[in-house]
C-alpha cells in the first residue's frame, strides 16, 4: 500500500519553511507528498522566506536561516512543484441559495462531493501549509473547506500551519454551521507576533497593513467552550496534536510538525503538547 500526503499550497505565496520541514520527514519516512492547489496554478514561495536573514518585525529576530532558504530556493526552482492537482477541476462548488434550480443542484452538488470524499481514501494525511499566500485563496475557500470535512469523515490526519489553522475555524458542514475544531486543541498564530503593517502576497501589488484579522480570537472561539487555543507566547514553538488535528504556530514549528507527523502515521501518536 503505497503512503501519500495531500499538500495543499497557495497561489499567493507559501511560507518555505513551512513545506520544507515537513516535506524533508516526510521524504525521509517514504512517503510521496502529492500537491494541490486552488486552481491548479503552479505556487512559489514568498520571497522573504527564500532569504536567508529575512528579520521578521513582531518577533525582532531573524526567522530564515541558511539552510531552510536555500532548500526553499532549490524546491522553487525543482520540477517538483509543477502540474499540482486543481483543487477547483475535482471538488464541486455550491450552489447559490437563490439560484433557479437550487434543489437539483443541491442535491448533485452532495453527490459529487461524496464521490471526492471517497477519492481521499489514497492519503494518509492533509498538509495544509502556512503563510500570507493562504488568506487569499484558502482560507475562505469552499472546495478546501470541504476537502478537510472529507479527511474528518474518513478519520485521517489533518494538519495546518500558522494563518492555514484558520481554515479548521471556517470548515464546517452546511448544514449544522458547527465547528469542527469546537472542544479541541489547537495553536496557531498568536496576536502579539501578528503584524501591524507590511502583510503583502505574491501576485499582488499591496501593502495590506496587518493580517486581515486577528486569528487568535477566531481560534478562541471556535475551540470554544471546552477546548483551549495554545498560544505558547514567549516559546520558540507552539506545536499541538489533538488527534485527527496536528496544527503548529508558525514557521519555527515546521520541523517538528513533520515529526509529528510521521509519528501519528507510523506510531499512532494522537496527542502532544497539551
Given at each position: 500500500?503505497?503512503?501519500k500526503i495531500?499538500?495543499v499550497l497557495?497561489?499567493?505565496?507559501?511560507w518555505?519553511e513551512?513545506?520544507?520541514?515537513?516535506?524533508e520527514?516526510a521524504?525521509?519516512a517514504?512517503?510521496?507528498?502529492?500537491?494541490?492547489t486552488?486552481?491548479?496554478k503552479?505556487?512559489?514561495a514568498?520571497p522573504?522566506?527564500?532569504k536567508?536573514?529575512y528579520?521578521d518585525?513582531?518577533?525582532?529576530?531573524?526567522v530564515?536561516d541558511?539552510?531552510y532558504a536555500?532548500?526553499?530556493r532549490e524546491i522553487?526552482?525543482s520540477p517538483r512543484?509543477?502540474?499540482?492537482?486543481?483543487?477547483?477541476d475535482?471538488?464541486?462548488?455550491?450552489?447559490?441559495?437563490?439560484?433557479q434550480n437550487?434543489?437539483?443542484?443541491l442535491v448533485a452538488?452532495?453527490?459529487?462531493?461524496e464521490e471526492?470524499?471517497?477519492?481521499?481514501?489514497?492519503y494518509d494525511?492533509?498538509l495544509?501549509v502556512?503563510?500570507?499566500?493562504p488568506?487569499i485563496d484558502?482560507?475562505?475557500n469552499?472546495?478546501?473547506?470541504?476537502m478537510?470535512l472529507?479527511?474528518?469523515?474518513l478519520?485521517?490526519?489533518?494538519?495546518?500551519e500558522?494563518?492555514?489553522v484558520?481554515i479548521?475555524?471556517?470548515?464546517r458542514?452546511?448544514?449544522?454551521?458547527?465547528?469542527?475544531?469546537?472542544?479541541?486543541h489547537?495553536t496557531?498564530?498568536?496576536?502579539?507576533?501578528?503584524y501591524?503593517?507590511?502583510t503583502?502576497?505574491?501576485?499582488?501589488d499591496a501593502?495590506f497593513?496587518?493580517?486581515?484579522?486577528?486569528?487568535?480570537?477566531i481560534?478562541r472561539?471556535?475551540?470554544?467552550?471546552?477546548g483551549q487555543y495554545?498560544?505558547?507566547?514567549?516559546?520558540?514553538?507552539?506545536t499541538i496534536?489533538?488527534y485527527?488535528f496536528?496544527?503548529g504556530?508558525s514557521?519555527?514549528d515546521?520541523?517538528?510538525?513533520?515529526?509529528?507527523?510521521?509519528?501519528?502515521?507510523?506510531?499512532?501518536?494522537?496527542?502532544y503538547?497539551?
Amino acid at each position: 500500500m503505497s503512503k501519500k500526503i495531500l499538500c495543499v499550497l497557495s497561489e499567493y505565496g507559501y511560507w518555505g519553511e513551512e513545506l520544507v520541514g515537513p516535506l524533508e520527514e516526510a521524504d525521509a519516512a517514504g512517503y510521496e507528498t502529492v500537491f494541490i492547489t486552488p486552481t491548479g496554478k503552479r505556487a512559489h514561495a514568498l520571497p522573504p522566506s527564500a532569504k536567508a536573514g529575512y528579520f521578521d518585525p513582531p518577533l525582532k529576530k531573524v526567522v530564515t536561516d541558511e539552510y531552510y532558504a536555500a532548500k526553499t530556493r532549490e524546491i522553487d526552482a525543482s520540477p517538483r512543484l509543477d502540474n499540482p492537482i486543481s483543487l477547483k477541476d475535482w471538488f464541486p462548488e455550491r450552489p447559490y441559495f437563490n439560484d433557479q434550480n437550487f434543489g437539483h443542484e443541491l442535491v448533485a452538488y452532495h453527490k459529487k462531493r461524496e464521490e471526492c470524499w471517497d477519492q481521499l481514501a489514497e492519503y494518509d494525511a492533509l498538509l495544509m501549509v502556512g503563510g500570507s499566500g493562504p488568506l487569499i485563496d484558502m482560507v475562505n475557500n469552499q472546495r478546501l473547506h470541504d476537502m478537510v470535512l472529507g479527511f474528518l469523515k474518513l478519520n485521517k490526519l489533518i494538519i495546518a500551519e500558522c494563518y492555514a489553522v484558520t481554515i479548521l475555524a471556517f470548515a464546517r458542514d452546511w448544514s449544522e454551521r458547527k465547528s469542527i475544531i469546537s472542544g479541541r486543541h489547537v495553536t496557531g498564530h498568536a496576536l502579539e507576533y501578528d503584524y501591524k503593517d507590511g502583510t503583502g502576497v505574491l501576485g499582488i501589488d499591496a501593502n495590506f497593513g496587518p493580517p486581515f484579522f486577528p486569528l487568535e480570537y477566531i481560534l478562541r472561539d471556535a475551540t470554544a467552550p471546552n477546548g483551549q487555543y495554545h498560544g505558547g507566547v514567549g516559546h520558540e514553538r507552539s506545536t499541538i496534536l489533538d488527534y485527527p488535528f496536528l496544527t503548529g504556530r508558525s514557521t519555527q514549528d515546521s520541523k517538528l510538525v513533520g515529526q509529528l507527523m510521521v509519528k501519528v502515521l507510523e506510531e499512532g501518536l494522537d496527542r502532544y503538547g497539551w
